[in-house]
């Protein structure tokens, strides 16, 4: 670990990036090749997460994205729909992440902590 002691390690990762790897972790997810918890497992490895909330948050987040996706398929298909031309597709990951946290986790995330 070149410039970064352990302690600064450990801290947690800011709103901003946690959401860039929950995304990342499900568009990475590939079930012929991997199962989710050897790819959770992976995806830790790779982004070096040693703090053990960032961790336990992201592996809730892809469990649940995985577990509700026909669910989630259905919100975002209507979501996609009716913004069509605003909307990227290559987005909707993204959208589903959020919409996990939005359907499945809000009252315990609160709304301040979603926003």
Known sequence: MTGVTTAEHLLPLPPAKLME?????LSSFNPGRVTVDAHADEVFAKYKVRNEDDATFLRQVFYGCIRYKRLLGIFIS??????????IRGDADMYVVYTYLA??????????QFK
């Open 21 to 25: 790897r929950a995304v990342n972790m």
């Open 78 to 87: 209507a979501f996609f729909h009716h913004n069509a031309g605003t909307l």
């Open 103 to 112: 359907l499945c986790r809000l009252e315990e995330l609160g709304f301040p």
